[in-house]
């Protein structure tokens, strides 16, 4: 076994489903010499990577290599309880936010680290972790092999489909080894002439050729606090964070089979409204901390903004007391959001 399989191995070993490598060097002919990426991508990944390194990462002189893993964020378990629950009304959570996988691959990279600076002789401060960071973590997932972009936007992966998060970390290559072959770099898609999520799509934020419209996605929209159009509310659906239509679609999602055990920041499939609108911001930040919902770039008001939507779509009366004191909110989103659901209520 060489370094790289002996590296590969100790990542898979500590419960990672899938892992790839590149180097420095490889990464700077890929952006220079891949007719896939247009210059401005190229131009965003090298700003994306220098901004989250802090220097110039690709000096000749000191490579370093990327070891990139995947942890699945599958889970067999019912999504939804509503049907069985005629009492409380329940919000929806997207599979990757329902457990904090995040947190979980950074304590699991933080093991693996103490091994591999111990096995090469590596110092603590010339690793560096990087998970649902700056670092442009799917184009790193896609040149490292682990998959290949789909039209979705998502890196899509043939063991994992869609279902999974991306983290890993960068260490010197040491001095004393030869850098490791190049590898194949995965194709821009196999999506062929796929378009299951382009059609699924609710919002219709997929385009024909792929790529998002972040205007329509609801998975981006449900962090912004802004004033829907009613066929986006709508579109929404039960949604309390993320979306998952898109992937449900996907095929290389019909048969999964990797899950990720852990119990870190677990909110489950749904919360029931109440909890998010009888909260103050403060009191939901507390009630979150620790998920993936308590992430810095999700403002609570914009989470409550969802459970009110939620609320409409849902159409439950038991629900109508929750509401009412939104009527009045000083934040005009919320109120809007209030008046909606009551409508939709009757």
């Given amino acids: 076994m060489n370094e790289i399989e002996n590296l590969l191995e100790i990542i898979l070993s500590s419960g990672f489903q899938d892992a790839g490598f590149i180097t420095t060097h490889r990464l700077a002919s890929i952006l220079n010499n891949t007719p896939v990426l247009d210059r401005a991508y190229q131009r965003y990944i090298v700003s994306r990577l220098r901004s989250w390194y802090g220097t110039d990462i690709f000096l000749p002189e000191k490579p370093s290599i990327f070891l990139v893993c995947a942890l699945s964020t599958y889970r067999d378990e019912e999504d939804d309880p509503q049907p069985g629950d005629k009492k409380t009304v329940y919000g929806l959570v997207a599979p990757f ?13 933080k093991k693996i680290a103490v ?49 999974f998060v991306i983290s890993g970390m960068i260490l010197p290559w040491p001095g004393s080894l030869p850098l490791p072959p190049p590898h194949r770099i995965p194709p821009d898609s196999s999506c062929g002439a796929c378009r299951a999520c382009i059609r699924s ?13 972040e205007a329509r996605c609801i998975q981006a929209l449900s962090t912004k606090l802004i004033t829907m159009s009613e066929p986006l509310k709508k579109a929404f659906g039960f949604m309390i964070y993320g979306c998952k239509i898109c992937q449900d679609a996907c095929p290389y999602n019909q048969h999964l089979s990797f899950q990720t055990q852990t119990a870190m920041g677990d909110v489950g499939p749904a919360i029931p409204l109440h909890e998010l609108l009888h909260r103050s911001p403060h009191e939901l930040k507390d009630y979150l901390k620790k998920t993936v919902l308590d992430s810095s770039w999700i403002r609570c008001e914009a989470l409550q903004r969802n459970a009110l939507i939620v609320s409409g779509n849902r159409k439950q009366p038991v629900i109508l007391e929750a509401i009412n004191p939104f009527l009045e909110s000083v934040n005009p989103f919320l109120r809007e959001a209030a008046e909606w659901a009551v409508n939709r209520i009757g």
């Fill in 97 to 109: 936010a329902r457990r904090n996988f995040y947190r979980e691959s950074v304590a699991r990279l």
């Fill in 201 to 213: 799509c609710p919002a219709g934020a997929i385009g024909e050729g792929g790529g998002i419209d």
């Fill in 115 to 163: 091994t591999v600076r111990s096995l090469f002789g590596i110092k603590r401060d010339e690793t560096r972790i990087f998970c649902n960071s700056g670092c442009p973590e799917k184009f790193l997932a896609w040149a490292s092999g682990i998959g290949f972009y789909g039209k979705n936007s998502l890196i899509i992966s043939k063991v994992l489909g869609s279902s």
